[in-house]
């Protein structure tokens, strides 16, 4: 009778009422609003005609749609494509890469009663505290390394992550109970057939949530390219829409172009405002389709190891 009255108590502290659930519902609808209404924005400017936008400003409603912006992307050609293939080719199989490192790495330094695991955890996390910066590792690169304007630049500098991985480490070690290690050793299962065949499995969370912060960072990297690369057929899309935004900046502050008949001709038809909503949707439409492969595993990596109620 006591356990029943106090498990009825426990329902009515834990259990929301209709009109709560409501105002929950109407909370994280606005939520969603907040986040969509920018995104809806941008795609609009995008479509809109620059004296549309010199007018009215940002609207959801412009007064002349246009597709200059995309069309002056397009001009690009080859060159666009180009860079669509090689950012999509490094982002994933960077991320294949670095996934692969980071968890055997992590693997290792959650074994307990491997003799060096805190030492390599120190290595690690020492890298978080003092890096190299620009200078040293430019000159690795280029001078000894010589993966300068090669695709490996993108894939072997960010090969692993300190912090990526001291996340991973933590996710193996407070979801997979020592005593299922100890049960496959039992069994005669090698440490790889332990990784592949176990940690593996259960680790699924882990690894998407890493895997998206992991593929979301280098799809949007511009800096290395603005860098190291000058082959045009190895310019990210980053840094192409970088040095296009750039150009047309140039272009419209440079007051000697500006005070020629030809240079006002030519900023007239130069797209500004939704060129740049237009780089914008070419960059984040792509990595939005990466988001539904993810989330299956995305919320429950992010409450690993946080304390229920």
Not at 57 to 79: A, C, I, V
Not at 233 to 260: E, R, S, Y
Request: glycine share 6%; with cysteine.
């Amino acid at each position: 009778m006591i356990m029943a009255k106090e498990a009825k108590h426990v329902n009515k502290l834990t259990l929301l009422s209709k009109g709560w659930n409501a105002v929950f519902v109407i909370i994280l609808f606005i939520i969603v609003l907040l986040v969509l209404i920018p995104m809806v924005l941008i795609a609009v400017v995008s479509l809109s005609s620059e004296m549309s936008i010199a007018n009215n400003g940002y609207s959801f409603f412009p007064s002349e749609w246009s597709l200059d912006g995309y069309r002056y992307l397009f001009k690009t050609g080859d060159q666009l494509a180009d860079s669509y293939l090689v950012t999509i080719f490094y982002s994933v199989t960077g991320t294949v890469m670095s996934l692969t490192a980071m968890t055997m790495y992590a693997y290792v330094i959650a074994q307990k009663k491997f003799r060096f695991s805190r030492a390599f955890t120190w290595l690690l996390f020492f890298t978080m505290l003092f890096g190299g910066g620009l200078v040293p590792s430019y000159i690795l690169n280029v001078r000894y390394l010589h993966i300068n304007d090669t695709i490996w630049i993108f894939l072997l500098p960010s090969l692993v992550n300190a912090y990526y991985t001291i996340i991973l480490r933590t996710f193996i070690r407070t979801t997979i109970p020592d005593t299922l290690f100890e049960a496959a050793r039992i069994d005669g299962a090698g440490h790889f057939r332990i990784f592949v065949s176990i940690v593996l499995p259960l680790f699924k969370t882990g690894i998407a949530t890493v895997g998206l912060f992991s593929l979301v960072s280098r799809w949007n990297d511009w800096f290395t390219g603005m860098l190291y690369i000058q082959n045009p057929k190895l310019i990210p899309l980053q840094t192409l829409l970088t040095k296009l935004q750039n150009t047309i900046d140039f272009l419209k502050q440079n007051a000697a172009i500006a005070g020629t008949p030809d240079g006002v001709a030519l900023l007239r038809t130069l797209p500004d405002e939704n060129m740049r909503m237009a780089c914008t949707m070419m960059v984040v439409l792509p990595i939005l389709f990466a988001y539904p492969f993810f989330q299956r595993y995305f919320v429950q990596g992010l409450t690993v190891g946080s304390i229920k109620g």
